[in-house]
């Protein structure tokens, strides 16, 4: 098996297209080498590499974002197995954090997140005269607030 491979062979590989390995590259995702005639030679670890890129692509992060992360492993050598593992703890907590959030939206999407609107009848009750907005701005329950946190604004607040 050959342990450098071309960037055809690297595109069959992956799936991705030539100018999209070359995109990543410009990025500093991927480091080919050059061989004496001056052609791009990755290493079969970039297999690796563009496919974590692929994958965080398709769950919403950035290429500056999916960067980071690839630049906590080695330069210069294949990441190995405790490499991956290291770069993954934090990416793992990042991750079952977006995946709690996007539990709860799809549980929550069709009452009432907190975001001030009134329009859905729900909301009248788990948002009165929009409580929410005592705890900022934006879809309130939905970035973790909870109805029972909310204080009334004080025009309904009991007078002493």
Do not use: H
Not at 49 to 77: C, D, H, N, W
Not at 136 to 149: A, K, N, V
């Amino acid at each position: 098996m050959e342990r450098e491979l071309t960037i055809g062979a690297l595109a069959r590989r992956t799936g991705l297209a030539v100018s999209a390995i070359r995109f990543y590259e410009e990025r500093g995702l991927v480091r080919p080498g050059r061989n004496a005639g001056g052609q791009r030679r990755f290493a079969r670890s970039d297999i690796r590499r563009l496919s974590f890129v692929m994958i965080a692509q398709k769950l919403g992060y950035t290429i500056a974002e999916i960067a980071a992360r690839l630049g906590e492993l080695p330069e210069g050598r294949a990441p190995d197995a405790e490499d991956w593992r290291a770069m993954a703890e934090g990416f793992r907590a990042e991750l079952d954090a977006r995946i709690a959030l996007m539990t709860e939206f799809r549980d929550k999407l069709d009452g009432c997140i907190g975001c001030g609107c009134l329009s859905l009848t729900r909301c009248a009750l788990y948002n009165p005269d929009d409580r929410a907005s005592m705890r900022g701005s934006g879809p309130r329950y939905l970035m973790g607030d909870r109805p029972d946190q909310a204080e009334p604004p004080s025009s309904l607040q009991k007078r002493s």
